[in-house]
């Protein structure tokens, strides 16, 4: 885990949805659907349910 991934699970949690969370961080919903994908498989767990559907949290 890095400090950007930690940052992404952060705003997540507060903004609910990839694409909120995306536009806040000026990045794209790919990428940060990436970034949280590949901290659930370093992590072995699912930190969030419904991240690629982008429902809310």
């Known amino acids: 885990m890095n400090y950007e991934q930690l940052l992404y699970v952060t705003e997540l949690a507060n903004h609910q949805t990839l694409q909120e969370t995306a536009d806040f961080l000026h990045i794209s919903k790919s990428g940060l659907s990436q970034s949280i994908s590949q901290l ?18």
């Open 40 to 57: 659930e498989d370093e992590l072995g767990v699912q930190l969030f349910l419904g991240v690629a559907t982008g429902e809310r949290f």
